[in-house]
């Protein structure tokens, strides 16, 4: 293994103080909880947003706290829940006076650790709700989850309830807002190759030279099928009709369009996949007005990509293009 890594126990900390070193006038670092906030959070005059998960998946969700996005992260070590406490230390620490909305991707363990920390919020007399986001198309139960997954769709979700808490909107506002976006949001994933967590130090598992893995998990989980190496036009067909004949969408329909990378896939490569993705939506009378692309919610170093789309309407539109300022500029 060729990794950037000093001690692998040390990996997500020496990450998380990079970062807030990076941005020192808006965002702080609190390793008791490996918790990245906003040094501005929380507000009086906004619900604070909160997700965790495991690390591993960068940007998501570390690198997208900011205004317009959320108020905190509290991610685990890679591939991993964040424990029950890190959560609730970071909701006690992020409790405002217009509530938390803890948003959080369907894996067994983070909603174990949310679930928890919600009760105890609540036992201490903080108003917490928490929001449930499951994109993949791929599989509805996988090696993590029961149900569907949540993956590179959280993006959506956190983009219209950063915007709207923003605007002023309550939590029970939010809660409508986020369960909208999230059902009109559908994603499908494949690998090329597998990815290498640090403390491991092989791959998760092996892919032949010419196998690729379709409907694979962000940690790695089995997909639908593997299959022999196909063309970058056969592969993102395959992925595109699994994503668009799920809600269904239709004839007519605005859309979003997001071509994620998983960690080792070059830009030049996404690019290609969206040409062929956009060509074939416009084929079917599917309008993009909205296109993303790069590296949203990856897996290590894995090579590969997901495609989302999001049904447009005023309300998600306007909201997705609200302005955000975080670590990166995806938005």
């Not at 593997?226 to 004949?245: G, K, T």
């Not at 960690?263 to 074939?280: C, D, F, N, Q």
């Not at 990509?305 to 049904?311: G, I, N, Q, R």
């Amino acid at each position: 293994m060729k990794k950037f890594v000093n001690d692998p126990k040390n990996y997500v900390p020496e990450m998380l103080q990079g970062i807030a070193l990076a941005n020192p006038e808006t965002l702080k670092y609190v390793p008791e909880y490996n918790l990245i906030m906003r040094t501005d959070a929380p507000r009086d005059d906004k619900v604070s947003i909160i997700q965790g998960s495991g690390s591993g998946h960068e940007p998501a969700h570390v690198m997208t706290v900011g205004k317009g996005m959320l108020d905190a992260a509290c991610p685990g070590d890679v591939f991993a829940a964040p424990p029950m406490d890190y959560v609730y230390e970071t909701t006690k620490l992020l409790a405002s006076p217009k509530g938390v909305l803890l948003l959080v991707n369907n894996y067994t363990g983070d909603r174990m650790a949310f679930d928890m920390s919600q009760e105890l919020s609540a036992a201490d007399g903080l108003t917490v709700k928490t929001l449930i986001i499951d994109d993949d198309v791929a599989v509805k139960d996988s090696t993590y989850t029961v149900g569907r997954r949540g993956v590179a769709g959280n993006f959506f979700v956190m983009k219209a309830v950063g915007a709207a808490s923003e605007q002023g909107a309550d939590l029970d506002e939010l809660v409508r807002i986020g369960e909208k976006v999230n059902s009109v949001t559908r994603t499908m994933g494949m690998a090329l190759t597998a990815c290498t967590p640090p403390a491991k130090g092989s791959p998760l598992f092996e892919l032949g030279p010419d196998e690729m893995e379709m409907g694979v998990g962000i940690h790695g989980e089995p997909g639908r099928s593997r299959e022999p190496l196909a063309s970058a036009n056969d592969i993102i067909d395959q992925m595109l009709e699994a994503v668009r004949s799920d809600l269904p969408y239709e004839s007519g329909d605005n859309v979003a369009l997001m071509i994620n990378g998983l960690g080792g896939t070059p830009i030049s490569e996404l690019y290609l996949l969206y040409g062929r993705a956009h060509k074939v939506l416009t084929d079917q009378g599917i309008n993009v007005r909205r296109n993303y692309v790069g590296e949203y919610c990856t897996s290590l170093d894995m090579a590969g990509a997901s495609v989302t789309l999001v049904k447009l309407d005023d309300e998600i539109d306007g909201l997705l293009s609200a302005p955000a300022e975080i670590a990166i500029r995806v938005f």
